[in-house]
Nanobody
Framework: QVQLVESGGGFVQAGGSLRLSCAASGRTFSGYAMAWFRQAPGKEREFVAAILWSNGRTVYADSVKGRFTISRDNAKNLVYLQMISLKPEDTAVYYC??????????????????WGQGTQVTVSS
């Protein structure tokens, strides 16, 4: 059973930084893609960033390019989301997610079927 546990959320002023962590367990993740999504109040959940467990290839939503960095630690089964230059519109619950993929060239932005419980990020203006 795949389990994902997020941590690192909190309250920060605009322009600040946070690093989210996702601890993944329950299987080996070779061939999997790991992603971060977010959901703001009254809005649909949206894709933020994803990474291939095998080769570290990444993809980002346009709204976070240049400000957010996704990375993984294969040995510790951790996925990170480093966020800098945070804006009030980044306020949301951030979710870690995983799906089997199997490829190496293209990073999926949907079809994720295992989810964590989420961690709140609040950015004040």
């Amino acid at each position: 059973q795949v389990q994902l546990v997020e941590s690192g959320g909190g309250f920060v002023q605009a322009g600040g930084s946070l690093r989210l962590s996702c601890a993944a367990s329950g299987r080996t993740f070779s061939g999997y893609a790991m992603a971060w999504f977010r959901q703001a109040p009254g809005k649909e959940r949206e894709f933020v960033a994803a990474i291939l467990w095998s080769n570290g290839r990444t993809v980002y939503a346009d709204s976070v390019k240049g400000r957010f960095t996704i990375s993984r630690d294969n040995a510790k089964n951790l996925v990170y989301l480093q966020m800098i230059s945070l804006k009030p519109e980044d306020t949301a619950v951030y979710y870690c997610a995983v799906r089997y993929y199997g490829g190496t060239m293209w990073v999926p932005t949907n079809g994720y079927n295992y989810w964590g419980q989420g961690t709140q990020v609040t950015v004040s203006s």
